[in-house]
Every structure is written in C-alpha cells, then in structure tokens.
C-alpha cells in the first residue's frame, strides 16, 4: 500500500470512530484493528505495530477517563502521537556548526541513492549560504566519479576525485585536506557502494572513516526495502558510527512506512527523504510533519 492509501485508510478509520454514537472498548479495539492492518499493507513491522498498540491501549483507560472528557479527540491525540513515536527515534540529529570544516561521509548499498544524494545534500546547504564541497571516494564502480563530476558541475559544486587514484582511502584523504585549506563549511564524501552487504565494504567504509574522521556519518537507504531496513540499517551502524539516515524514493509508489518505521526503531534520526531523481528533490524530514501530512 503506497503512503496517500495508509493515510487515508488511518484518517478514514479515525473518522469512523468519531461519528460513533458511543465510544466504547470494542470501538476502540475495531480502531485499532484497522489501523494495524493499514499499517502491516504498508510494511511496517508486526512487531512495531503490536508495541504501538499496547501503547494506544496503556494512554487509553476507558473506565479510568473522567466523566466529561472529550473520548474521541483524547483517542484521536493518543494515535496520532504513537504514529510520531513509530517514525521518530527520539534522539536528536547531528547538525552541521558554522565556519568550521564539518565533514560529512555518506554510506550505503549500491543503488541506494548515494551519488544523487551527496549532491542535494550539497545543495541543499549552498542554498542556506554554506560554502559545500563534494568528494568522491567510490573507486569500486566504473562511472561514479563522472557521475558525481557531473552533478557537482550541475550544482555549481566544488568537486575532487581521480579517475586514476584506486585507492579510495587515498581519494578521500586528500579531498577533505583540499577542501579544508580552502576553508569549506559541509565537505561531502561519497563512498562506494555494493550490491551485498558484504565484508570488503564493510572494511573499505572503516578505513575511509578512520582517514577523514568525519564529524557525521549518513546511511542512504532506498525506501523500497521495507521491512528489511531494521536489519540493513543495524549492520551498517554495527560497523561504521551511523549518524543520521537519508531514506530514498520516497516519491511515486513508495510505500516507505516500512523503511521509515524500520529505521527509527535502530534509533537512528532520519534527517531527509529523497523524492526524485532531481537535485532539489530532498526534504528535510520531521516526524510530526510526516505524519500530520500522512494523515491530510
Ligand atoms: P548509488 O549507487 O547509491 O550512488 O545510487 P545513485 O545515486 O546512482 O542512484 C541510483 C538511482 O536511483 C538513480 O537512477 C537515481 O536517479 C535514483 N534516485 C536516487 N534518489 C532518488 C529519489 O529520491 N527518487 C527517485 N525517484 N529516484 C532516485
């Protein structure tokens, strides 16, 4: 089920429950049995969708409510901030500090969105008077370093790599210590990805961080893997220090519930959702807007 349906079903399943004349155990329990379903069609995790609901149940004590109070909008309240908690992990984003070099490492499978996304994270600070600069440190895939060249062009992007240089280590090095000297504000370094998350990029991604000790790591995950971001997301964290998650493709027919729920629950701040190919496609991703959109 794309997002706009899992909205609508969770606001239409709302409004049932407010037109009903009395508000009752069973009211709830059919609320909450239709949300779960929506939520589950989505791709959220069974076992999020069963914390959330012990956690509606626990806010909600009909028996306990004084008489007088307003049942249907303290239930309506209740959902809506357990929607938040599913998509927010509660710890704060790491943010860039002005007039200092904030280096900045991106990580994640091939395909995941990576190249696109260093570049709209560029840009997205060009635009807010940051002086950006973009690395690249993916040796591995044939057509990275034109790629980003390019974007970074597009940009209007200070950009290093070396289309000789194998040795992504090496690449990364001497990229930040350029863009250092030159006094850049957010320096942007885009690893290489591969198709598995296997041992070799795993190691490449450690060596890379030890050399540039970035002040942020990003994770960039494609929205499309639902479920299975809870474990892919984990293993990157396990490996280098995870700071902060971009979530891709959240445009079209993503479902994305899945991805976004799965990720928070590693505690991870999502910080910005891709939603297109272009480079201003990149919003700034707040849990509580998320969701009051979500739900119209
Ligand atoms: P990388 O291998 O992780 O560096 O992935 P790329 O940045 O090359 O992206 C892989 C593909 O996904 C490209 O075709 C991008 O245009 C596309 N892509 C990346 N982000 C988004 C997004 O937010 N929305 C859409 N629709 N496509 C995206």
Redesign the pocket.
């Known amino acids: 089920m794309v997002l706009s349906e899992l909205g609508n079903k969770i606001s239409s399943a709302l409004a049932v429950m407010n037109n009903t004349t009395i508000v009752n155990e069973e009211t709830i329990n059919q609320l909450l049995k239709e949300i779960g379903n929506a939520l589950s069609l989505a791709d959220v995790q069974m076992s999020l969708i069963i914390q959330m609901r012990k956690n509606i149940m626990a806010k909600i004590k009909l028996d306990q409510l004084a008489a007088g109070l307003n049942k249907r909008k303290l239930i309506k309240r209740v959902v809506y901030e357990e929607l938040i908690k599913l998509v927010d992990p509660g710890v704060p984003a790491w943010k860039p500090t002005k007039g200092k070099p904030n280096v900045i490492m991106f990580v ?1 499978l ?8 260093v570049t709209k994270l560029a840009y997205f600070y060009k635009r807010k008077g940051w002086s950006t600069a973009l690395i690249c440190a993916d040796t591995f895939r044939a057509g990275a370093f034109i ?1 980003l060249q390019q974007n970074a062009t597009k940009a209007k992007i200070p950009f290093y790599g070396s289309e000789d240089e194998k040795d992504p280590v090496a690449v990364a090095k001497k990229g930040v210590d350029i863009f250092k000297k030159e006094g850049a504000e957010i320096i942007i370094v885009d690893t290489s ?1 591969r198709h598995k998350q296997d041992a070799e990029l795993f190691a490449e991604m450690k060596q890379v961080e030890q050399a540039v000790k970035p002040d942020n790591v990003i994770f ?1 995950m494609d929205s499309s893997i639902g479920q299975a971001a809870y474990d892919q997301a984990t293993a990157f964290k396990s490996s280098v220090g995870v700071g902060s998650v971009i979530i ?5 027919h993503s479902k994305g519930g899945g991805a976004l729920s799965a990720v928070a629950a590693t505690k991870c701040p999502i910080i910005f959702i ?4 272009h480079i201003p ?1 990149l919003d700034l991703f707040n849990a509580e807007g998320f969701i009051s959109k979500l739900l119209g």
Do not use: C, F, H
């Not at 091939?110 to 996304?117: E, L, V």
């Not at 891709?248 to 079209?252: E, F, L, Q, R, S």
């Open positions: 994640g091939q395909g995941a969105g990576k190249t696109t996304s790629q990805g960039v891709t493709k959240m445009d079209g891709g939603t297109g190919e496609d």
